[in-house]
């Protein structure tokens, strides 16, 4: 089946400083990949997508690349804010499926 | 355009009984899926509705049912709940189109069972 498997948070940064939170994923053929952000007491939001191979998605800053040979869409930003503090998750979707699979999500947060 | 939004907010309900969620989608959005988060988790795929028939279902047991109205609106239906039930419920709507449709979350409802 689809899974998608996030690295271990919690993610504690200064200001300022280079993100990268990993993201690799498990499905048959060619899925859709996302970036959802989260912050407290709300519900997703989509940061960023990339539906097929070698896409780069971009948005606010952050970029994610998909890789199909390594099957992986890691998150990266060059410059993290206080703001970007929030809880992000990794996601796919298959066909014309509309489910997406979500992994557990990576708490960052960005300090002043 | 007002977006995905969810009623009610907060609830909490006592082990056995039964619960209705509520999910207005966005204008023109024909697709309904519920998710359900456990703190700490990602969101887990419950099912989707689409015109009113479901369209698909993930790994919950059936006493977990919708409903999708002519409006596109939708209920989550929660009956003999167990303490394990509480969680965000999650309700995404998402347009008529490619599997590249974006799907658009409303705030939640967090439910509490005690």
């Known amino acids: 089946g689809n899974s998608v498997t996030q690295m271990e948070g919690p993610v504690t940064l200064s200001e300022e400083a280079f993100l990268t939170i990993n993201c690799t994923y498990t499905a048959t053929g060619y899925p859709s990949l996302f970036w959802y952000v989260q912050y407290p007491g709300e519900g997703l939001q989509l940061l960023l997508k990339a539906t097929k191979a070698d896409d780069k998605g971009s948005n606010k800053g952050f970029e994610a690349t998909y890789r199909k040979e390594t099957t992986s869409f890691h998150l990266e930003k060059g410059s993290v804010q206080v703001s970007d503090s929030a809880v992000y998750f990794c996601a796919l979707r298959r066909g014309s499926a509309r489910q997406l699979t979500f992994g557990s999500g990576t708490q960052l947060t960005v300090l002043p | 355009e007002t977006g995905v939004t969810q009623s009610p907010t907060h609830l909490i309900k006592t082990r056995g009984q039964q619960v209705t969620l509520r999910c207005s989608s966005q204008s023109g959005h024909n697709t309904v899926s519920w998710y359900q988060q456990a703190l700490g988790q990602g969101p887990q795929f419950i099912f989707q509705y689409y015109r009113e028939e479901e369209n698909g279902r993930g790994n919950f047991p059936p006493r977990f049912s919708g409903l999708q109205f002519p409006n596109y609106s939708s209920e989550l239906n929660v009956n003999a709940l167990e303490l394990d039930d509480s969680a965000l419920y999650l309700c995404?709507?998402?347009?008529?189109?490619?599997?590249?449709?974006?799907?658009?979350f409303g705030q939640g409802t967090r439910l509490t069972v005690v």
């Open positions: 995404a709507s998402s347009p008529p189109g490619t599997d590249n449709t974006e799907a658009f």
